[in-house]
């Protein structure tokens, strides 16, 4: 009897000093010498109220997109990828209210007003690059069947904050309008190759102080090709926005007794981002979507 009582005696007095070393080595690890090492990481807010752009860009796309044996001058499967990964950021992410993508580009928006990881620059930057360049590894197989992924692509982001819905609407048309001039110059450049004979340097030579309108002529007199026919995907990029989608999905259904067990499709509507290819430099796409400028969005 006594010597049970004594083992229990000095358990419980090993398990309170083991008790009080760990507290005590808690105390001393949320207030260790080392704590001052704390105020060498630089404040990176975003100032408030300006609208948080995020842009990606893939790192030497022109390699990979060789190596990968990307159709020239558009990959509709790599576009497609793309968006794909731009639309699992926008699904993953907080607060992103509009993308716009092109080429080995995508922008993304943040709200004005979110307030996402206090505005830490660093987070979005950084969580916008990893979700998306591990998407495009994730989804790699949907797009490009025939053609395995040879090694790891990589993205680089950069931050820009702009400060007025003027300013924001100017950066993304400036992006589209890249989009058009970067586009024009490559169906040009490589139709002088694919169906003329070209080398590339001929062909660089061959456009070297032309117009857009001398592309244009070139398209048409030389290989028939009305330049807005080509795909509004590769003329105008691809703009994610949120909208109202009808889903149509296959429930269990609950009554009554003798269909229990069937199953059931059932329309329920879903917010999720859907992609355009339209012009966003008018003012039409902003009165058509008021919803996405909205300061209270
Ligand atoms: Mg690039």
């Not at 699992?88 to 580009?105: F, K, P």
């Not at 660093?122 to 797009?143: E, G, I, L, N």
């Not at 395995?148 to 692509?153: D, E, F, V």
Request: charged share 25%; proline share 4%.
């Amino acid at each position: 009897m006594w010597a049970a009582y004594n083992v229990n005696v000095r358990d419980y007095l090993a398990l309170a000093v083991i008790l009080k070393r760990c507290l005590s080595l808690g105390a001393t690890m949320a207030k260790s010498k080392f704590e001052y090492v704390r105020d060498f990481e630089a404040d990176d807010t975003c100032l408030p109220h300006c609208w948080v752009v995020v842009r990606l860009d893939g790192r030497n796309f022109h390699r990979f997109a060789d190596k990968h044996n990307f159709a020239k001058p558009n990959d509709s499967r790599a576009l497609r990828l793309m968006t794909k990964c731009a639309q699992t950021v926008m699904e993953e992410l907080e607060d992103i209210v509009i993308a716009y993508g092109q080429s080995d580009e995508y922008s993304f928006v943040f709200k004005r007003r979110s307030n996402w990881f206090k505005r830490r620059s660093s987070k979005f930057m950084t969580h916008v690059a990893s979700q998306f360049a591990s998407s495009y590894v994730f989804y790699w197989r949907d797009y490009f069947e025939d053609q395995p992924l040879l090694y790891p692509p990589g993205f680089d982001g950069r931050v820009v904050l702009y400060p007025t819905n003027q300013t924001l609407k100017d950066y993304l048309s400036w992006r589209q309008a890249d989009c058009h001039i970067n586009n024009l110059y490559n169906t040009v450049f490589w139709v002088l190759i694919q169906q003329s004979g070209l080398t590339p340097v001929q062909a660089q030579e061959r456009l070297q102080g032309t117009l857009a309108a001398d592309k244009n002529e070139i398209l048409f007199s030389e290989f028939n090709i009305n330049y807005n026919n080509e795909p509004l995907m590769y003329r105008k990029g691809t703009v994610l926005i949120w909208q109202k989608v009808g889903e149509v999905m296959t429930k269990e259904v609950k009554l009554p007794a003798e269909m229990e067990g069937k199953k059931k499709a059932v329309t329920r509507t879903r917010t999720t981002p859907v992609p355009f290819h339209c012009d966003i430099i008018g003012d039409a796409f902003w009165k058509e979507h008021p919803a996405v400028l909205d300061e209270d969005s």
